[in-house]
Structure formats: structure tokens, C-alpha cells
């Protein structure tokens, strides 16, 4: 009966920092919310600039029950997760190649290099150009976001295989695909897993940067009504919705993440 307590206890443990990270993230929150409420009691700003939190979420049920936030952020969404899709699995597989190649990242590397130092913004219209106004546009523009930090991690998980494994499996005569999924993958999978942490909080800016420049819905194009409208309340509720957004996916891969990687915890 004690060794069944002390199993229970041991399982338990591992769960108090979660619930202190959740409680902490709660705190924070709440925080915000109360210094916003502050400072429009202080009237440093007039209201219609910074509205009082209660007109933020009055807003948001409004537009929630007559459908336009609804609307708006199934287009973003969906815009969003075709773009990681897409970024992700081909920088995963150039970033592969590349990994194993120091004269493929001698051809590509400049070429790379300069499409993701020029800002998103710069060529998001050309994009618009050469896509329409379509979702195929802010697609492409999400895509591109996600793209080079997805590479860049994956260059680096494929290559920090150490060479005694590899020595280890060419001397048990394994092919190619063994070593890749045997040796590659579980020792890249931390570092393409925070990549990809990373990339799916930048896909939802791709997405809403291609709608800023031109589009028939998505929360970008929400933003842009509410600001030439002045509806500040508004406004916000799509940003909220888009900090939401990326928290979520966040979270997701996060818990993929300690799925996968339980080994580590163990260790």
C-alpha cells in the first residue's frame, strides 16, 4: 500500500510546475487587463483611442453573434495552416538536402539569404500581382515566412548527428533510409520541433500581412475596416484574435513536442 502512495506521489509531482506555469500565465493576463483599465481611468488617451476593456468585449460579442469574426478568422486560419503546411514540408525537405550537402548550400544559400532578409511587406504586393487577390497570394506570403527559420533548423538538426553514429550504422551496413530514420530524425527532431514552434506563430503574420495589402476577408482585411472606420474596439478584438491564434498553435506543438520528445524527461 505505501509503494502504491509513493508511486501516486511521483506521478503527481511532474504536474505542479505545469499548474504554476498556467496560474503565472493567468496572473500576467490579468495584470494587463488591469493596467489598461488604469490608464483609461487616468484619461491619458481619450477613449475612442484606447477603449475601456468592457467595450473591447462588448465589441467582440457583437462581432461574434452577427458572424463577421467567425468569418474573418476561418479565412485567416485557414490561409495560415495551408501556408505552414507548405513552408514546413519544403524547407524540411531542402533543408534535408542541404544538411547533407555543403556544395547544394553553396549554390542556394545566397539566393535564400536574400529573399528572406528583404521584409515580407516588400514583396507581399508582387505576390498579390502575380497570385491575384486570392488566397493563393497570402498563401505564398505565409509560406515564405515560415520557410527560412524551418530551413535553417533543419540544416542544423540533420547536422548535429554526431559522426560516431553515423560511423556507427555504416559499420552494421544500414542504407540510407535506416540511417535517416534511425540516427537523423530523433536526434533532429528537437531542434525541427522548435522551428516549427517558431514558424507556426509566423505564419499567422504572413497570412495577415497579405491581407493587409489586398483581400475579400481574413482578419487583416478586419483590421484594415476597423481602422479607416475609426472602430478602435474593434480593431482590437482582431488583434486579441490573432495573439489567441498563435498562442494556440503554440500550444499545440508544444504538447506534440513533449509527446514526442518523452525520452527526454525521462533522461
Aim: aromatic share 10%; no cysteine.
Amino acid at each position: 500500500m505505501q509503494a502504491v502512495k509513493n508511486l501516486q506521489s511521483v506521478q503527481m509531482r511532474p504536474r505542479k510546475p505545469a499548474f504554476r506555469r498556467a496560474w503565472l500565465s493567468w496572473i500576467g493576463i490579468v495584470s494587463v487587463i488591469a493596467l489598461w483599465q488604469i490608464v483609461v481611468w487616468l484619461r491619458v488617451y481619450p477613449e475612442f483611442i484606447i477603449p475601456p476593456p468592457i467595450s473591447v468585449v462588448e465589441r467582440f460579442w457583437e462581432a461574434l453573434a452577427d458572424g463577421t469574426l467567425w468569418l474573418h478568422t476561418s479565412t485567416t486560419v485557414s490561409q495560415m495552416l495551408a501556408g505552414l503546411l507548405f513552408g514546413v514540408v519544403s524547407a524540411v525537405i531542402l533543408g534535408t538536402l542541404i544538411g547533407k550537402s555543403r556544395a547544394l548550400e553553396a549554390l542556394l544559400s545566397p539566393l535564400i539569404v536574400a529573399v528572406q532578409s528583404t521584409p515580407v511587406v516588400a514583396y507581399a504586393p508582387l505576390l498579390v500581382i502575380w497570385f491575384g487577390s486570392g488566397p493563393t497570394s497570402k498563401i505564398v506570403t505565409s509560406a515564405l515566412i515560415v520557410f527560412f527559420p524551418m530551413l535553417l533548423n533543419t540544416m542544423i538538426g540533420i547536422r548535429s548527428v554526431p559522426v560516431m553514429m553515423h560511423d556507427l550504422m555504416r559499420s552494421l551496413h544500414a542504407t540510407r533510409w535506416q540511417t535517416f530514420r534511425m540516427v537523423e530524425v530523433p536526434y533532429a527532431l528537437p531542434v525541427l520541433l522548435g522551428g516549427l514552434k517558431v514558424s507556426a506563430t509566423l505564419a499567422v503574420i504572413g497570412a495577415v500581412v497579405g491581407e493587409f495589402v489586398m483581400a475579400d476577408a481574413g482578419l487583416g482585411r478586419l483590421i484594415n475596416q476597423a481602422r479607416f472606420s475609426f472602430d478602435t474596439p474593434l480593431v482590437l478584438v482582431a488583434v486579441i484574435t490573432l495573439a489567441a491564434i498563435a498562442r494556440f498553435m503554440y500550444g499545440m506543438i508544444s504538447v506534440l513536442e513533449r509527446r514526442l520528445l518523452f525520452w527526454q524527461r525521462r533522461q
